[in-house]
């Protein structure tokens, strides 16, 4: 990983989702904080990402890296957590039976994903499929059911969901471009995850044990 | 160009994600609605906000003549980021007299001058708001407060037929 990369793009673009993961506008403009579930599911996916190789904490903070270098791994760990508590702000419903649903969903599927060790690709593949699809559900079909003026969509879901009360499903109605913003910090987080230096072993093999062999170390310039 | 040094650019990235992430702290905790409400709390601060004093002025000669709507608008373009406890006063106080009644009074008005109020009190230092301006009857932000909740309060005093001679602060 490069020293850029681990000192300013990473941090940067992790506090830049953080900033955008909390926008929704509804005739002004709110800030949404995590809410506190969101701190205990952000936590499993940095538990799964290790786990996974996506990401090695050892190469951002180990005894032979100098103070400052870190320090700046520490940043980018730190950064990395909150921009994961945003991201699933976004796409965790902000009320009602889906919020419920969609946070119980997904702490299983990252307990699942915990416990099967997938490799880096495998995981990062799945991560998009769980953020994609909870973003499809909250802006595409919550939106469309909750929306006072219905639509196609809206006729149709109700079709389906003939007999069940509506209210326990229905979400505050934002302006579209909160869908838009979502989508651009959930892609963020996304080029961020990828981004992360991944282990440099094999996914199945033991993590590296202190101090680590003079080959395997960053170089202060090529952390 | 020469590569920058490894201590300076380690420095330079704390130091800028560090403030970043002091601005999006702030921008969440303050919730700016408009970009000079945003503007206006950052230059207040660094204690650089000023109002408009024209506008101001403007808006307490609305405000004496009763005529609030227009005294609002004055206060709100001499004040746009909501971050001088004087002018929210005035606004409050406008709220207050506008939705003042001898029966019954405004609900909707009150809860605007509550809110108002709430601002100028958080503004203030040590949330102590006072003008000193002789055509108000309650010149501090405490008195009005207690005012405006007063008249939301909804009690067994409505009743009381005495209430019809009260007098508007």
Known sequence: ?223 | MAPMRESTARVLGLVLVISYAVFIVWLYVHQPQTVAEMTGALTATVGAYQIDRQAFDDGVRFFRGDQFDAARLAFERADPAHQDPRTQFYIAYSYYRQGWGRVYNDTALFARGLEAVDRAILLADHGRVVVDDPDLQMRSADELKAELQAGLRRDASDLNPLKLFRRRK
């Open chain 1, 1 to 223: 990983m490069s020293r850029n990369l681990e000192v300013f793009y990473l941090p940067l673009l992790f506090l830049t989702v953080t900033l955008l993961g909390g926008v929704r506008v509804a005739g002004h403009v709110m800030l949404l904080p995590p809410p506190l579930f969101t701190l205990v599911l952000a936590f499993l996916l940095l538990g799964v990402l290790v786990r996974s190789g996506a990401l090695a904490p050892e190469r951002l903070m180990n005894p032979a890296r100098p103070t400052l270098a870190n320090l700046s791994g520490a940043v980018v760990l730190i950064a990395a957590f909150v921009a994961a508590t945003q991201a699933f702000n976004v796409a965790i419903p902000e009320s009602g039976l889906p919020r419920l649903l969609f946070g119980v969903f997904l702490f299983v599927l990252l307990l699942n994903t915990l416990a099967a060790s997938p490799d880096r690709l495998r995981v990062l593949r799945s991560l998009l499929v769980i953020f994609g699809s909870a973003f499809v559900l909250k802006f595409i079909v919550l939106a469309a059911l909750s929306d006072p003026e219905g639509g196609w969509l809206k006729r149709a879901l109700q079709t389906l969901l003939e007999g069940l009360t509506l209210g326990t499903l229905t979400q505050t109605v934002y302006s579209p471009i909160t869908g838009y913003v979502a989508f651009i910090a959930l892609t963020l987080f996304f080029a961020g995850l990828a981004l992360l230096p991944p282990r440099r072993r094999s996914a199945l093999g033991p993590p590296p044990s202190y101090p680590l062999p003079r080959g395997e170390l960053d170089s202060p310039g090529e952390v």
